[in-house]
């Protein structure tokens, strides 16, 4: 589940920690100590990222290459893609800002980023995504064994 605000997340994380889920809670990059100091009271596990949001998580932490094949094959965007003339032209770092771009102007496109994740496997995926994944399944009852993967 999702909130508009960050400071929504500790009163809908109490409300389904209150009915009976486990409850993990992921945080973009806080600057409001207040913030921070509630979250970090709540009855459940908050997740703080470095990042100001999932686009620089990603923008950051693909590889390159794959940034590269979204820039200009990824299927469903809603602004234009590059031709390969233009993105052999940029550097890494243009080439990680320009994602980060993109994945903003393509937010709740569902399509695309369904396209984005069936091209992880887990040699790409982000190391803080796999993070997330490990502390959210050792939280689960009954999950000692069982690992997380995507399909």
């Known amino acids: 589940m999702s909130t508009d605000t960050n400071g929504d997340l500790g009163k809908t994380g109490t409300f ?3 009915a009976g889920l486990t409850v993990v809670c992921v945080v973009d990059e806080v600057k409001d100590d207040g913030l921070v100091t509630d979250l970090c009271s709540t009855p459940f596990s908050v997740l703080f990222l470095k990042y100001s949001g999932l686009e620089e ?3 950051t932490e693909l590889p390159v290459d794959l940034l590269r094949t979204a820039l ?3 299927p469903h965007s809603r602004v234009p893609l590059l031709d390969a003339t233009a993105l052999a032209a940029m550097t890494e770092a243009q080439i990680r800002q ?3 771009k993109f994945m903003i102007d393509n937010k709740g496109s569902a399509h695309l980023h369904e396209w984005l994740l069936s091209q992880l496997d887990e040699h790409k995926l982000p190391p803080t995504l796999k993070n ?3 502390k959210v399944s050792s939280l689960l009852p009954g ?4 690992k997380l993967t995507l399909l």
């Not at 999950?143 to 069982?146: F, L, N």
Request: hydrophobic fraction near 55%.
């Open 16 to 18: 389904f920690y209150e």
């Open 57 to 59: 998580l990603l923008s």
């Open 72 to 74: 200009t094959t990824a």
């Open 98 to 100: 320009g994602f980060a």
């Open 132 to 134: 997330i994944l490990d």
């Open 143 to 146: 999950t000692d064994a069982i």
